[in-house]
């Protein structure tokens, strides 16, 4: 468990002083995927960076399973960053060492035995796949490769908790989604928590069970995904929720609204709003729409305006909860 | 036709004859003097010039291993204070050092300690550069692993720049190369003392322009040996 309790963090810079984390406070739980989302500069990395202590707060305090982190003296901070490790944007591999190698990196660093690290070194190439660039550099491989060697290295030390500071974001939305895959997967295999950095909606849609959402360095809005990501209350969610403008305009809408939250959809390739008006007649107008295809699967949401009928709306509803990967549910405007 | 003339003066039979002598009987010493002084003081100056350059990356306020302001002041100063100074007139300053030393001031291993003294400075300001290249992402990298300062520098550090480093030392050995040929003229041995000594003082031009095309061709093998080491050993290109 992850306690994170009233952190601010201020840095003096020549241009004056930037409050970069404003009293945040958040918890996380054992083996969740706790997204933290924001736009550039509202704190996101300042914010992993207390949770390792690689940036120390000014106020606040940061526990993990009941240790408080500003305790720790140098060495007891090295052993805990065997258990927090992290993976980065520009997956910092060390480029003089191949793969293999930079796998045994934090091994080295704790003090394994040459045969010890390589043996788990390999061990941890294979579950992400690259056991046969072992002896590869870095150089030769993708940015989606590299960045599995970069988790790879991270999980070396058995870590209770990994650390994902915008992982996906220098990569291509199809690696992006495998990274993502291999996350969740090791996630679920081994029960480690994880906290995702990103300014992308998609990756917390994808992955996260939890999400903070923070802005100018203030948690504007925590809670289940489906949740903040239905119902966004304050405005840097609509503002993340809603990533090409503002939030639509509803004002001039007549009827009833009803919104689809695509979220993995099999529904690229299904012309679900033809669909809804062939086989069930209902005729939806598109107020709002900013989906995309992810891998042949659709990501996004949608606002339907429906007749103001009842027995349309619930039965609009019920012919897309049918289709798996697709939230609906009738919205009072977009508040 | 001034030119015809100089060059026939210049290659007499009895001229070429003569310094076809000497060259046999000098060169091969002078050579080997010339190699083992460059070797050796460079290899002594990198000993100390190395750890001194990390210190003056690593010792920054905001360096992995923060010294008091004022000792990286001191270091700095001292490491300008030694560049600034003209190679021959340091080595007449360090004579003293040099006899208490060698035992005298004259002759090849006397060349080691002024040789030492100018390029150890030179060497840490060159590694220190070599190290401001290494990415301080990685640098982060490793401290979020756990690493301490002891294995950023060596684990992360010295690894990563060693393409770069091994390009600054060839630099740093043709740079001392020079010195020690210029050593020549206060006592110094090898072939810069056979071109000041033939060449200079007794007018036997063919004997100095034999003993400058050798430099030249050492300085040719020194840095085609470092640059292709440097490229072969960097993994970024492949």
């Not at chain 1, 100018?216 to 990501?229: C, I, K, M, Y």
């Amino acid at each position: 468990m992850i306690k994170i309790e009233n952190l601010s963090k201020t840095f003096h810079t020549a241009d004056g002083s930037v409050e970069a984390l404003k009293n945040v406070s958040l918890d996380i739980a054992d083996g969740d995927i706790f997204g933290i989302i924001g736009m550039s500069g509202a704190g996101k990395s300042t914010l992993v960076r207390c949770i390792n202590l690689l940036e120390r707060p000014d106020e606040g305090t940061v526990t993990i399973d009941g240790v408080d982190l500003g305790e720790l003296n140098k060495k007891q901070l090295r052993f805990l960053r065997r258990e927090v490790t992290m993976i980065f944007q520009g997956f910092h591999l060390l480029m003089q060492r191949p793969c293999l190698k930079n796998v045994c990196f934090p091994l080295e660093l704790a003090g394994y035995s040459r045969q010890d690290a390589q043996k788990r070194a390999k061990e941890l190439l294979e579950t992400v796949g690259l056991l046969d660039k072992a002896n590869a550099y870095p150089s030769q491989l993708s940015g989606g490769q590299q960045q599995r060697v970069a988790i790879a290295r991270a999980l070396a030390t058995n870590p209770k908790v990994l650390l994902c500071d915008e992982a996906t974001s220098a990569l291509d939305p199809t690696t992006t989604n495998s990274i993502l895959e291999l996350i969740q997967e090791i996630n679920q295999k081994t029960g480690i928590t994880v906290v995702v950095i990103t300014h992308q909606m998609s990756v917390v849609e994808k992955i996260c069970r939890h999400v903070a959402i923070l802005d100018g360095g203030e948690v504007a809005e925590q809670g289940e995904v489906t949740e903040v990501f239905s119902h966004p209350r304050s405005e840097a969610a609509k503002r993340l929720v809603y990533p090409e403008s503002d939030a639509p305009d509803v004002s001039g809408v007549s009827g009833r609204l009803i919104r689809i939250v695509f979220n993995g959809a099999e529904a690229a390739n299904t012309p679900i709003i033809a669909r809804m008006a062939s086989e069930r007649g209902i005729a939806a107008s598109i107020v709002y729409a900013s989906t995309k295809s992810i891998g042949g699967k659709a990501y996004g949401q949608m606002l339907l305006a429906l007749p103001d009928k009842d027995n349309v709306v619930t039965a609009a509803i019920g012919f897309l909860t049918e289709i798996k990967g697709i939230i609906a549910e009738e919205v009072n405007g977009v508040d | 036709m001034a030119l015809t003339e100089f060059f026939h003066e210049l290659l007499a039979p009895d001229k070429v004859d003569e310094a076809w002598l000497i060259i046999q009987s000098q060169f091969p010493t002078a050579i080997w003097e010339t190699l083992y002084v460059t070797v050796l003081s460079t290899l002594v100056a990198i000993l100390i010039g190395l750890p001194l350059g990390v210190l003056l990356v690593t010792g920054e306020k905001k360096g992995i291993l923060p010294l008091p302001a004022w000792l990286m002041q001191t270091l700095n100063v001292i490491i300008n204070l030694l560049r600034s100074v003209p190679f021959l007139i340091l080595m007449i300053m360090v004579f003293p050092l040099t006899r208490a030393i060698v035992g005298t001031v004259v002759g090849t291993e006397a060349t080691v300690v002024p040789l030492v003294i100018a390029a150890f400075p030179f060497v840490a300001r060159l590694t220190e550069s070599s190290l401001r290249e290494v990415n301080p992402n990685l640098i982060e990298m490793a401290q979020s692993m756990g690493a301490s300062p002891l294995q950023i520098i060596t684990k992360v550090m010295l690894p990563e720049s060693v393409p770069s480093l091994l390009s600054n030392a060839t630099i740093a050995i043709t740079t001392v190369l020079g010195y020690s040929a210029m050593s020549g003229i206060l006592g110094g041995g090898g072939l810069g003392k056979i071109a000041i000594n033939y060449g200079y003082y007794r007018y036997k031009d063919l004997i100095m322009i034999a003993a400058v095309i050798l430099l030249i061709v050492l300085v040719q093998l020194f840095q085609s040996v470092g640059t292709r080491l440097a490229v072969h050993s960097d993994k970024r290109l492949k």
